[in-house]
């Protein structure tokens, strides 16, 4: 038991102290989290199609065939 006892305190001082979260502060703080990452991914998303269209970086295989589906048309073979 000692040991156990030991650990215990050991962890209690490494683990900083925490103060509680109310549901409100939680929900408050994911909304938060989550429009900072939408944004984030939609920054993402303009700066790619822009480099897309000024010819920047190479599209991959879902973007040549929205931007351009004559490629992959099958019709005249």
């Known amino acids: 038991m000692g040991a156990e006892e030991e650990k215990v305190q050991e962890n209690?001082?490494?683990?900083p102290a925490q103060n509680p979260m109310s549901p409100a502060q939680?929900?408050?703080?994911?909304?938060?989290?989550?429009?900072?990452?939408?944004?984030?991914?939609?920054?993402?998303?303009?700066?790619?199609a822009d480099d897309i269209?000024?010819?920047?970086v190479q599209m991959n295989g879902r973007e040549l065939f929205?931007?351009?589906?004559?490629?992959?048309?099958?019709s005249r073979y």
Not at 12 to 15: A, F, T
Not at 66 to 74: K, Y
């Open 12 to 15: 209690e001082k490494l683990s």
């Open 26 to 48: 939680f929900l408050a703080w994911k909304r938060r989290k989550d429009a900072d990452a939408s944004a984030r991914r939609d920054e993402v998303a303009r700066k790619r």
């Open 53 to 56: 269209a000024t010819g920047a």
């Open 66 to 74: 929205l931007h351009e589906p004559w490629v992959f048309d099958n």
